[in-house]
T-cell receptor, first 114, second 116 residues
Framework: GESVGLHLPTLSVQEGDNSIINCAYS??????FIWYKQESGKGPQFIID?????DKRQGQRVTVLLNKTVKHLSLQIAATQPGDSAVYFC?????????????FGTGTLLAVQP | DAMVIQNPRYQVTQFGKPVTLSCSQT?????MYWYQQKSSQAPKLLFH???????NEADTPDNFQSRRPNTSFCFLDIRSPGLGDAAMYLC???????????????FGPGTRLTVT
């Protein structure tokens, strides 16, 4: 069968609280970053992206922060809801590339307690 | 709705028996990707097509092949599946946005492959 998987880092939050998921990226040349949400049994779903010429971008209930100095990315989810429970992946790529091949980070499991 | 479709959603194959997974898209995107995702791990790119041009990742085993007969369809062939090939296989598509210049990838639901 399938090889034993790694244990994902887990963030457990109460419904209504704010969540912060962190990610360290590897390539200094990467200049475009995306956060994906993956629910159990489904493919990753785009949440929000940011280019390296920005350090913050806001969406609906989500904010992405980028710190290029330390190669760190974070996703903030405001007023976390049970439907936010999923695995969250950051991905890095090169904006000017021909096809934007993604390199995914490890992933964080967000567990929202009602 | 425009989407990325993967069939079957669950596939069981025997050790060493060739298996083909399929992906189709109604988005008319020119780039299609295949990823392998093992339990509790991130998706790992196997290869991608830019139009008809095939681009293999350096560490993708020769056991994995792909075909793209037209824009809409892409197949993943595993010539001799081993137990270590059991995983979720994700197909994705993208096209460069004329507005943003980015390639947003749209993922299918995946095919979970079991090797017995």
């Amino acid at each position: 069968g399938e090889s034993v998987g790694l244990h994902l880092p887990t963030l457990s939050v109460q419904e209504g609280d704010n969540s912060i998921i962190n990610c360290a990226y590897s390539n200094s040349a990467s200049d475009y970053f995306i956060w994906y949400k993956q629910e159990s049994g489904k493919g990753p779903q785009f949440i929000i992206d940011i280019r390296s010429n920005m350090d913050k971008r806001q969406g609906q209930r989500v904010t992405v922060l980028l710190n290029k100095t330390v190669k760190h990315l974070s996703l903030q989810i405001a007023a976390t809801q049970p439907g936010d429970s999923a695995v969250y992946f950051c991905a890095e790529t090169y904006y000017g590339g021909a096809t934007n091949k993604l390199i995914f980070g490890t992933g964080t499991l967000l567990a929202v307690q009602p | 709705d425009a989407m990325v479709i993967q069939n079957p959603r669950y596939q069981v194959t025997q050790f060493g028996k060739p298996v083909t997974l399929s992906c189709s898209q109604t988005l008319n995107h020119n780039v299609m990707y295949w990823y392998q995702q093992k339990s509790s791990q991130a998706p790992k790119l196997l290869f991608h097509y830019y139009d008809k041009d095939f681009n293999n990742e350096a560490d993708t085993p020769d056991n994995f092949q792909s075909r793209r007969p037209n824009t809409s369809f892409c197949f993943l062939d595993i010539r001799s599946p081993g137990l270590g090939d059991a995983a979720m296989y994700l197909c994705a598509t993208s096209r460069k946005s004329s507005q943003t210049g980015t390639y947003e990838q749209y993922f299918g639901p995946g095919t979970r492959l079991t090797v017995t």
